[in-house]
Every structure is written in C-alpha cells, then in structure tokens.
C-alpha cells in the first residue's frame, strides 16, 4: 500500500500522459511491469537478457488484457523515449554500465521522468539527473528497510519530486 501511494503522488504530481509509458531494465521475472500495468493501467515494457528463465516466464504469466509486455533484449538498447517511470534494477550490473545507462537516461528521458533505483546514483557529471536519496524505505525479502533512490529529469517549470513518506 506505501509503495502504491508513493507511486501515485509521484505520477499524479508529474503530470502523466495518456502515451506515457513504465519501462523496466532488468525486469527479471516481470513483477514490476506487472505491478504497475494492473494498479495505473499503464503500458510496461520489461528488458531482460535471461530469456529462458526470467523473460519467458515473465510473458507465460502475463494475462492477455493487462498492458505489460516483455522483451529478451539488451536493457542499454531500451526505447525510455515515452517512459514516464523506469525501474532501473541493476544492481549487479558493472559499475561502468550503471554509470552509461544513468547517462543515456538523463539524455533520452522526457522532462518529468522518474527513475526508481534500488541502489545511489553513480553518474554525477553535467546533465545528470537530480538524485532523491533515501526518498523511501521498503522491507525487500533480501533487506529489510531497503533504501530507495529517485532520480528525476526536472522540468523548468515544474518544482522537483514531492517527499514521500517512509515506511
């Protein structure tokens, strides 16, 4: 319920769009896109390389009227061009992966995009993207109070993310 709230006060006070879209790097087994497709309606697209384990899986279960889909791709190659919210779950990525694709998201992201990371920013150069440390506590079956970091592509005349609650 926490986590539902706080994505919705972060959707709803960043103005999201009919055409937006949630974009999952590292989708895994597909809950995210799952998670946010059912509860907002939004379309998902889940990027995952472990095809045979987490992507294939991840397609089986989704039912056929929820707006989340699934691709065996590279997650650096993802179109984030319509994305509204990413779920950035690279945690066991190499660190000069992580620092590319923070790069490439501050680049490509609309104005107003939020990027969920389970994990601080790396990349802190010009352009980057205004990091929210600690912005939510969640309980992860491997963590309890896992910290959550945001990172937004602020808009010029919008004020930044609202505080969120911890948990």
């Keep these: 319920p926490l986590c539902k709230g706080a994505l919705e006060t972060l959707l709803a006070d960043q103005g999201v769009e009919a055409s937006s879209s949630v974009v999952v790097l590292g989708s895994a ?18 990027y995952e390389l472990l095809c045979e384990t987490s992507a294939g899986r991840a397609i089986s279960m989704t039912p056929s009227e929820v707006p989340a889909k699934f691709l065996c791709e590279d997650a650096t190659n993802a179109d984030v061009s319509n994305a509204r919210l ?32 389970y994990r601080r920013a790396v990349w802190k150069g010009e352009g980057s993207l205004q990091e929210h440390p600690n912005a939510l506590s969640i309980d992860v079956s491997w963590k309890e109070g896992l910290s959550i970091t945001l990172l937004e592509k602020i808009q010029s ?7 969120v609650a911890k948990s």
């Design 29 to 46: 087994l597909g809950e995210h896109c799952l998670f946010t497709s059912l509860l907002f309606g939004l379309p998902c697209t889940g």
């Design 86 to 117: 990413v779920w950035l779950l690279d945690a066991v990525w190499p660190k000069a992966v992580q620092e590319a694709i923070e790069q490439r998201l501050a680049k490509e992201l609309p104005q107003g995009a939020i990027v969920v990371l």
């Design 157 to 163: 005349n919008r004020k930044s993310v609202p505080s």
